[in-house]
């Protein structure tokens, strides 16, 4: 198998490598893209299935989409979001019919969000946001799900394709609710194909994988050729401030959240497991352990764009000539301007939502 | 307990006696209703649910609704939908707001039928053999499930209303397709009270009661007083011409379809399971086994109209003077002659299907 690149070595590295093979995935490699953007140069894009096709689609200028859905909970994000977005806007800017769709009927289903309320969060903050990350309006496709007949209608029909085991087996788990988004999740997966049969690419982390192998074995049980087969790219887990594998809510002081203020975004990172010596001895002598070091992490994966910038940062850790309380006072810094120039942002997208143009069915 | 009155002590009646008791259910009492139609007076409708409230709407004239859905599977139906439709007529003609639904999403989910094809078949000839059955279409409200996003967007809520393992207690198994049909119905079953809450009752088959129960189910779990909890009435099995409990068509001639050839009809009661004896001699002498007798069931529940008429075959049939023979010639006649008129109703209904109008959404 293909080695997964990570030219700054992750510890996490050896963890992918087993989910690459256990799933089945392909490793990604960045140099069958055009213009890779910095998660796929970096490794942090790591894998995906049935990736070719897309790199075709994209050199022969063939129609294809990217898609990624919204799940309006909370008025706010994370990282990991930044990431899905960074690379639909790399497929967007490469050729690809960028779709965003609210999974308000999901959201309701397995958070018992009303509908109602998931519309106004997705229009006031969600969708603004996904705009302000990047993503151009004029270019994407968006929708909610429960205005979207079609999705739902298709839902029935793939729910018929699959059995409870079944369904156990790719989620662990099944009760109704999540039945009836997973399916419904397929329909999402799809719904670009219902007009016309093209590949699409789904970029998520890699924990959506199930969405992503239910959604392909529907297809597999459909009428010969009805839809290609819907191609994935999976990137990390954004680091979590505490060193475990994943960022989580329930670890308030692991996660850093979009948007968040200044005085949180400096304590959390101030408190991040770093790859600092025990003393500033031992650091100028041995170095930083990079492998190890969250705040490295999250550098690499958000806060600097330029290769080179990002190999001097490096360089100077790995020898020890930056100091941990340097490293992270410099991700401190750059982290208050994202989030300064994310709510400006922000507040311009929320000005252009009623521009936006909702499919209607 | 109440008895359940059958004043022809039909054989199954001590098995309903048992489904009452472990279903919770009422025994259904003629007298509380004004005017009870012919299945009502006999005991083929025997139980129900929240009953007070619906006679209680007839008498003081309040608004309440009656609705029962159409599966678009095969272009036939049975004689059980025969029994609903007459008990849905009884109250849309007692004051009930009457709603059918064309259940083409549960078809899909659960059988595999194409939208199109449900939505062509019930067109063509579900909703007409209904109106030919005696449903007043000027005054009932048609829909079919897939144009219905309120009742769509209700299944996603009502699904976080339950367990799978409640889902199984309910219906003794669960697969996704079936889990999505459920809730649907659920939605369905509500609908009449999505915009004004008002009693609504559902006339079925016994083997239905799981629908009406998750229905509670739900309802109970929602914000108190969102809904009525729906009310039910059950009639029995339509006779199964070779005297087991249930028409079955992978018994074929046990069971009679409509609409059915003469030839067929008449073939299928002649062999059919009578109340005759051995011999003619001991049939004078003993009369003969009402009881047992799947043709007098056959003109009990759908034959005959007057209870004149009726009670006089049943005395004479018990006392032996009308052998097996004939009255299974009575019957025979009487349903060649139910096709007949059926048929020519039927033709009757298509021409003026254009102008029903659906519910659009």
Excluded: W
Excluded at 60 to 71: D, R, V
Excluded at 136 to 164: C, G, H, M, W
Excluded at 292 to 321: N, R
Excluded at 330 to 350: G, H, I, P, S, T
């Amino acid at each position: 198998m293909t080695k997964i690149i990570d030219p700054y070595g992750s510890e996490l590295i050896k963890d992918y490598t087993k989910t690459v093979k256990d799933f089945g995935l392909e490793v990604f490699n960045s140099k069958s893209f055009p213009k890779p953007n910095k998660t796929m140069r970096r490794g942090v894009v790591f894998a995906g299935r049935d990736l070719k096709i897309i790199a075709r689609c994209i050199k022969e200028k063939k129609p294809f989409y990217a898609l990624s859905g919204i799940m309006p909970t909370n008025e706010e994000i994370h990282l990991g979001n930044k990431l899905v977005v960074e690379n639909l806007k790399y497929f967007q800017e490469h050729g690809g019919n960028a779709y965003i769709l609210v999974a308000d009927l999901e959201a309701q289903a397995a958070r018992g969000v009303t509908l109602e309320e998931g519309r106004k969060r997705a229009l006031n903050f969600h969708i603004p946001a996904y705009i302000a990350l990047g993503l151009d309006p004029k270019k994407t496709v968006f929708y909610f799900q429960s205005d979207n007949k079609e999705v739902v209608q298709f839902a029935y029909e793939a729910a018929r394709k699959i059995t409870l085991n079944e369904f156990k087996a790719i989620y662990g788990t099944a009760d109704p609710g999540r039945i009836m988004s997973a399916v419904t999740q397929v329909g999402d997966v799809l719904y670009p194909q219902f007009k016309e049969r093209m590949p699409g690419i789904i970029p998520v982390g890699i924990d959506q994988d199930p969405h992503i192998r239910l959604s392909r074995d529907v297809v597999n049980r459909m009428k010969a050729k009805k839809f290609f087969l819907p191609s994935s790219i999976y990137h990390k887990y954004t680091p979590s401030l505490d060193g475990r594998m994943k960022m989580s809510k329930s670890r308030p002081e692991s996660c850093i959240t979009i948007p968040e203020d200044e005085k949180s975004v400096r304590r959390k990172i101030m408190k991040a497991v770093s790859g600092g010596r025990p003393t500033l001895e031992e650091h100028r002598r041995l170095g930083a352990e990079v492998e190890k070091c969250m705040v490295f992490e999250m550098l690499k994966q958000h806060l600097v764009e330029d290769d080179k910038e990002l190999d001097k940062i490096y360089k100077e850790y790995k020898s020890g000539k930056m100091s941990a309380g340097e490293i992270k006072e410099m991700a401190a810094e750059k982290m208050v301007a994202f989030m300064k120039d994310f709510n400006k942002k922000l507040e311009k997208a929320r000005k252009q939502i009623d521009k936006i143009k909702f499919v209607q069915f």
